[in-house]
């Protein structure tokens, strides 16, 4: 090889490594919520990081916001002025534009900006906030803890779903769907009836349609709630069916919803319950497929029980802690074979009432076949995680104690990315190793489904020097670490490979 050709592979190698990390100092401030990934056809493209700089005057502050692809090259950035008490809620990319959606704490109002690939801004929204479940809502964000929906949703290609609280109502839903311009093309509210409390979530969208969950209260402290299925069509908002999360037997709690165009059906899935009992509060009789027409009529389901089809794959070192635990589902996963992958995290309830806490336990994958019968259960040991919990919260059930837990990262789970061709993942979680006679430390765990259709680990021990470290889903086999340090007021990300 000749000298010219080294210095060439040398500079490659020098570019190729030195574009794996991006340092931006100046940062005064740094939230969880202020990175986030772009996604496209479920591969990560690059990421939008939304930095809170030196301050412009007494009431404002410099913003920097910043889209890198997915080596963490920067492709654009812009400036924005905007009051000490801006907050970054939420960010999309739907293919063809970007949307971020805002929040003044001070002002208790939002604004939803969409941007071009180039950062130009497209569009501009504001809505100040007068609804008091909404506005506690966005304070209880601005607090650090994580929102339990979505509230900004991309559509490929089209637009932004926006799902908020209709400000004239007691808590009733909003969905406004906006082009890439953020010109409002419709906007569907929560019917005048007797739940006044009727909140609307993200159940799935494509190009054709668009799925909320529904959530249905009379008071806002009630549990006693009834599920629905809305299905709109994308281009003009209009009602395709609206139908319990029923079937003649059962009770569903919603997991997932995808849609056959080749059968024109809806297939939805999710845990089962008796019809007398309460789907927020009690543990399910198990998972159930259901598939709908296009007017929301059962057509079929199917039940894997827990008693009598699940139980019996668990292992013989498993089956303790099985029957003493409940379990979160965190995410589902539809492999190209056709195969649903259920992951989630064992949770048990414990200690006196004035230190309530939920001890968090192993990860637990749960394998369906294409016809959703259950093939497999992965049990995947780790730590135990024990989070502490508010004074009395020992009243609540262990499943509404699992969705506070969940709200500010008490879960271990961190996301989960799969391959672009959709025949493997990764699920990714945070164990803090506690080996006898060593000083803890953070372990990047990594459950990953291979091409030879077997899941393998590997631990990653997080080097850290910094007070806080976050963790992203990244392009395939990596993730992306950022490290913030206050005293120099500098944020550090870097691209880890996984071992795999």
């Excluded at 591969?43 to 910043?66: A, H, I, M, P, S």
């Excluded at 089209?158 to 419709?186: A, C, M, P, Q």
């Excluded at 995680?385 to 020992?394: E, I």
């Amino acid at each position: 090889m000749n000298k010219s050709v080294l210095i060439l592979v040398f500079i490659f190698c020098w570019q190729l490594s030195s574009a794996q990390t991006l340092s931006k100092t100046n940062v005064t401030d740094v939230k969880l919520r202020n990175t986030g990934a772009i996604v496209q056809g479920g591969q990560v493209k690059g990421y939008y990081n939304f930095y809170n700089l030196e301050k412009q005057d007494r009431k404002n502050n410099n913003y920097l916001l910043t889209v890198t692809d997915e080596n963490l090259r920067e492709i654009n950035s812009v400036n924005i002025v905007r009051p000490n008490t801006y907050l970054l809620i939420e960010g999309v990319f739907n293919g063809d534009s970007f949307a971020f959606l805002f929040y003044d704490v001070r002002a208790k109002s939002l604004e939803l900006i969409s941007y071009d690939r180039t950062l130009k801004e497209a569009g501009k929204v504001n809505k100040e906030i007068t609804n008091r479940f909404a506005g506690a809502t966005y304070a209880y964000i601005a607090q650090g803890h994580e929102p339990m929906q979505a509230f900004l949703v991309a559509v490929p290609n089209k637009g932004f779903v926006y799902y908020g609280i209709k400000e004239e109502s007691k808590s009733d839903y909003e969905i406004e769907f906006y082009d890439n311009t953020l010109k409002r093309v419709w906007v569907n509210y929560g019917p005048k009836d007797d739940f006044d409390y009727e909140n609307a979530a993200e159940a799935f969208q494509n190009d054709q349609y668009v799925g909320s969950l529904v959530m249905k209260r009379t008071s806002i402290f009630s549990t006693d709630v009834d599920f629905e299925l809305l299905v709109q069509n994308i281009s003009d908002g209009k009602q395709v069916f609206r139908v319990p999360m029923a079937t003649a037997k059962y009770k569903l709690s919603l997991a997932d919803v995808s849609f056959d165009k080749e059968k024109q059906q809806f297939i939805v899935f999710g845990e089962y319950f008796n019809k007398d009992e309460n789907v927020i509060k009690s543990k399910s009789q198990g998972f159930i497929t259901v598939v709908l027409d296009m007017q929301g009529k059962v057509i079929s389901e199917k039940v894997n029980a827990w008693k009598t089809d699940i139980n019996k794959l668990v292992a013989t070192k498993d089956k303790e802690t099985f029957e003493d635990t409940d379990i979160l589902f965190h995410e589902f996963i539809r492999t190209n074979d056709g195969q649903v992958f259920a992951i989630g995290e064992q949770y048990k309830k414990s200690g006196p009432p004035m230190a309530v806490k939920l001890n968090v336990y192993n990860m637990v994958i749960f394998q369906f076949d294409a016809d959703f019968s259950i093939k497999k259960v992965h049990v995947f040991e780790k730590d135990k995680n024990p989070v502490a919990l508010p004074p009395g919260m020992l009243v609540t059930s262990s499943k509404l104690l699992s969705y506070i837990a969940k709200s500010f990262g008490g879960f271990d789970f961190v996301f989960s990315q799969t391959s672009a061709d959709n025949s493997t993942f990764v699920v990714t979680y945070i164990n803090y190793d506690r080996e006898k006679g060593e000083k803890g430390k953070n372990v990047l765990g990594s459950v990953i489904y291979t091409p030879e259709k077997v899941f393998t680990v590997d631990k990653l021990p997080l080097v850290r020097k910094s007070s806080s470290f976050f963790i992203y889903r990244a392009k395939e086999g990596y993730v992306l670490v950022n490290e913030y340090f206050p005293k120099e007021k500098r944020m550090d990300s870097r691209l880890e490979k996984l071992n795999y």
